[in-house]
């Protein structure tokens, strides 16, 4: 499996995003990596860099992660009470070829947006 600790953590970032938990701590690879878009990468590293996230809704999540073999693909699945039928559209904006900011934004059922938020910010060497 390509990618090692850092493919799960990454996944997990991209689950949290769309679940809508906050984003605590997120750091991003040094290089582009090949499994996943700029900006949408969660390095971690023993001892130092770290991914995390908090579960700011008021019930109790799941978290199920999963490898297919034959597909070579990790998921990452998080569950929980749904209390809207909000959706969450992830974006990112180069300001350079080497660098980037990741926005979530929320819309409500009618497609309204309710919020934009800036969640990540990624520097890659060249």
């Known amino acids: 499996m390509g990618g ?3 493919q799960i953590s990454t996944t997990l970032f991209m689950a949290c995003l769309q679940s809508d938990l906050t984003i605590v701590e997120r750091h991003n690879h040094a290089a582009r990596i090949d499994y996943v ?3 949408l990468d969660a390095a971690v590293v023993w001892g130092g860099q770290d991914f995390r996230f908090q579960n700011n809704t008021a019930y109790p999540i799941k978290i199920e992660a999963s490898y297919d073999e034959k597909e070579e693909a990790v ?3 998080i569950y929980g009470t749904k209390t809207d039928n909000n959706t969450v559209e992830i974006t990112t904006e180069h300001s350079d070829p080497n660098t980037c900011k990741t926005y979530r934004s929320v819309y409500d059922e009618n497609g309204t947006l309710l919020r ?3 969640v990540g910010y990624s520097k890659y060497k060249q």
Do not use: P
Request: with cysteine.
């Open 4 to 6: 090692g600790i850092c």
């Open 37 to 39: 878009e700029d900006g």
């Open 75 to 77: 998921t990452v699945s």
């Open 116 to 118: 934009t938020d800036e």
